[in-house]
């Protein structure tokens, strides 16, 4: 199993600033992924994170509103940029439970509330 | 345009009992369905997969039926306990997509009564 750890657990931002959200895994692993869980929505991915590379958006999500860092296996970061009270959201780090299966580990969560 | 589709949004059960919850898909393509299981505060947890070339699978007091031809799926817990009340998120893939890529539902929520 992988631990995923993200921060922070929660954060209230006004709208116009930008917030970074950790991801720390306690393995090494090739792809992370950043999933989005807006209220009352499905999880929705944002993009896949591999080192080394830039970042795969999915249609819908841009670099510029949500860039990402993938400095090294075993972290990565996603900043909400110019943020909205539409960017209120559970944000979710993942990784591979095992290759090409779809079987994910997930963090807990980072629940930001744009006021 | 939501290709996995999870109606009746929660889902009340004794313990005991069996819970059911279903799920719908609308792309044919698709060829692996999951299921999740997710607590307050905590991140999703993979519970159950099947493949398309299986109409059922099953692990423990989980059991996934998959009806292809009317893209249907299912998730049967049987007999259901307290610790089971948590969000359930039924997920679907095509493996040419890379199985990493994955369609979810919105969720149903399952309330186990002691």
């Known amino acids: 199993s992988a631990v995923i750890s993200q921060k922070p657990s929660r954060d209230i931002c006004q709208r116009g600033t930008s917030l970074t959200i950790q991801c720390q895994v306690d393995?090494?692993?090739?792809?992370m992924f950043w999933y989005r869980q807006q209220p009352g929505q499905s999880l929705t991915l944002i993009a896949t994170a591999n080192q080394g590379s830039e970042a795969t958006y999915e249609s819908g999500f841009v670099i510029d509103k949500f860039p990402i860092s993938r400095p090294n296996l075993t972290f990565s970061t996603l900043t909400v940029s110019n943020m909205s009270p539409e960017d209120s959201s559970i944000y979710l780090c993942?990784?591979?439970?095992?290759?090409?299966?779809?079987?994910?580990?997930f963090g807990e969560g980072s629940r930001l509330t744009v006021l | 345009d939501q290709q996995v589709k999870q109606n009746s949004p929660s889902l009340s059960v004794q313990e005991g009992r069996i819970s059911i919850l279903n799920c719908d898909y609308t792309n044919s393509m698709f060829d692996y369905f999951l299921w999740y299981k997710k607590y307050p505060a905590e991140g999703p947890t993979f519970l159950i997969s099947i493949s398309s070339i299986k109409d059922k699978n099953e692990d423990g007091r989980f059991t996934v039926f998959l009806n292809k031809s009317a893209k249907h799926l299912s998730l049967h817990i049987v007999p259901s306990q307290p610790g089971d009340s948590a969000v359930y998120f039924c997920?679907?893939?095509?493996?040419?997509?890379?199985?990493?890529?994955?369609?979810f539902g919105k969720g149903n929520q399952v309330v186990v009564i002691p």
């Open positions: 993942s990784v591979e439970r095992s290759i090409n299966t779809g079987e994910l580990f």
């Open positions: 997920a679907a893939s095509k493996e040419r997509d890379g199985n990493n890529r994955l369609a």
């Open positions: 393995s090494q692993v090739t792809m």
